[in-house]
């Protein structure tokens, strides 16, 4: 049987870094509260690139790595929750983008939750063997919707902008992606939400509701924390017992970069021990939405933590509420 397995991961962050001590200058916070709160030291903000930008730079360094070209990609997934434009999705300008018109191209707006979203669709079209090769790219750009006065210093100061490219390939050997699981649940949907635009106002798009606020996210951020302190860890069980995989066997578990607070919650609910089996790179990046996992993968293989035959988890949880978990055998 064909399996789906993580061949290469490339990232990219815009150069620009924002530290908490600009933030400082900005909005009435501080370094301390940031920290404290979340663990984020600092995020990388774009001057000018769109997502789809940021986006065909992680491509292409997971393309180089990989020792492919562009022309040899069978299908790209695309994850954002936010889109150079409304229509068309982030997709199809991927396809311009890096030179291969005609190639399918879907999109993922899943929030948090996008990657793992990703590796299921995936996974089951290179299991059926439609595909050999999918490149699945995550690229957000959070910062230009932010306000980034003392209005919105619950959200500005935890999103940061950076995209990643994972390339899935088919194997017969038994490794790859395990078991990919999913949930969702709107009854949360106003408690993380960018209002406007929006079907529910005609016009679509007016002064009044920008004036409002309603083109910046808003969060609910004690309600947020609550369910991903419960979802994460129930999650990550549930995507264990799917591939009959025991807590001990895992090497490491890459939860989507959301808070410390979280992280370190979740290791302690699942008795894992934080830093050494729940991996951590939110100081660096802050919250990059569906490109916080394979940015952490990323870094995390560089440092020597991910090893061919090692079980990993992924989670994630997020807008929506949407929230999953994957076991992959590396
Ligand atoms: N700097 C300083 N003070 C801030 C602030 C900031 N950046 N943001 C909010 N505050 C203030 C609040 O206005 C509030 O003031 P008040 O008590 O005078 O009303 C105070 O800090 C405490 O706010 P509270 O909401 O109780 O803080 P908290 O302990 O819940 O922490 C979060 C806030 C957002 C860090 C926390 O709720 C959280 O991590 N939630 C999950 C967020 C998340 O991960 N979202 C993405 C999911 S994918």
Partial sequence: MARAYIDTIGMYVPPGVVTNQDLEK????SNEWILERSGIQERHHVDGESTTEIGLKAAEAALAKAGMTADDVEYII?????????????????????????????DIRMACSGYLYGLQVAKALIESE????????????QSVALDMTTAGRDTAVLF?????????????????????????????????????PSTHDKPFLSYENVDKGHG????????????????????????????????KDVKLVVPHQANLRIT????????????????????????????????????????GKVNR???????????GFTWGASVIRW
Avoid: C, W
């Avoid at 954002?80 to 191209?105: F, R």
């Avoid at 934080?274 to 660096?284: D, E, F, G, L, R």
């Avoid at 035959?309 to 807008?319: N, Q, R």
């Fill in 264 to 303: 370190e919650a979740v290791a302690q609910r699942l008795e894992l021990e934080p830093y050494k089996v729940v991996y951590s790179n939110i100081h660096k990046y802050g919250n990059t939405t569906s490109a916080s996992i394979p940015i952490a993968l990323y870094e995390a293989m560089a440092e």
């Fill in 130 to 141: 439609a595909y050999n090769n999918i490149l699945l790219i995550t690229a957000e750009v």
């Fill in 160 to 196: 940061g902008d950076g995209a990643a490219a994972t390339i899935l390939k088919s194997t017969d050997e038994d490794r790859g992606v395990l078991t990919v699981v999913t949930h969702s649940d709107g009854r949360y949907a106003e408690d993380l939400m960018l209002r406007s």
């Fill in 216 to 247: 910046r996210p808003v969060m609910n951020g004690r309600n947020v924390f609550k369910h991903a302190i419960t979802k994460f860890p129930a999650v990550i069980m549930e995507a264990l017992e799917a591939a009959n995989i025991e807590k």
């Fill in 26 to 29: 900005l909005m009435d916070t």
């Fill in 309 to 319: 035959g090692d079980i990993v988890v992924v989670a994630a949880f997020g807008a």
């Fill in 78 to 106: 695309f994850s954002t929750i936010a889109n150079d434009y409304l229509v068309p999705g982030g997709g199809a300008i991927m396809t311009k983008h890096l030179g291969i018109p005609g190639t399918p191209a879907l």
